[in-house]
């Protein structure tokens, strides 16, 4: 049985999950209208990925005989200056998550609840993953500034991009 601090920290951590999914499909809107479709696809897979980080929080719970409660999603940013000014939101943003996650797994060792820190490891090495492709891509695309010819390069390479769920391949 789930305790219930963990069980609130957690329901906290979905909401914040589906608010990067909101955040991220935000952002693939933008960039459809932008007529950047491969930076939309990029977004639009981030947004289905933060779907399914939720949805292991939400399964965990449930298989700890735990019960979601589901928050209210707060609104989020529709427009950017440009695609470097997403792209530093994003990372930004990842980061915030990082510190979320490692704060629910301090929480984890002061509870001595082993079972949610074994889990939360996952979500660790995720955020790993997740810091690391948007400091690539913000890297590059500050490397572009203002060739247009670069950006719809970098557009062609992002649209090639397709949704792998993250949660069924285990991180080393
Ligand atoms: Fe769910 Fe992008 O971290």
Redesign the pocket.
């Known amino acids: 049985m789930i305790n219930k601090k963990i069980q609130n920290a957690i329901d906290e951590q979905i909401n914040a999950?589906i608010w990067?999914a909101y955040l991220y499909l935000s952002m693939s809107a933008y960039f459809e209208k932008e007529n950047l479709r491969g930076f939309a696809n990029w977004m639009k897979i981030q947004y289905q990925?933060?779907i399914t980080?939720a949805m292991k929080f939400f399964d965990y719970v449930h298989s700890m005989g735990g019960h979601v409660s589901l928050k209210p999603i707060a609104a989020v940013q529709t427009e950017w200056k440009n695609p470097t000014d997403a792209f530093k939101d994003t990372l930004a943003h990842?980061k915030v998550?990082t510190s979320l996650i490692n704060n629910l797994a301090n929480l984890a060792v002061e509870e001595k609840d082993h079972a949610t820190l074994n889990m939360l490891q996952w979500y660790i090495n995720?955020?790993i993953e997740?810091e690391s492709n948007a400091e690539q891509i913000l890297a590059e695309l500050k490397l572009i500034g203002d060739n247009g010819y670069g950006l719809l390069m970098k557009d062609k390479e992002l649209a090639l991009r397709v949704f792998v769920d993250p949660t069924k391949t285990p991180i080393a």
């Open positions: 999950e990067s990925e933060e980080h990842e998550v995720e955020q997740e």
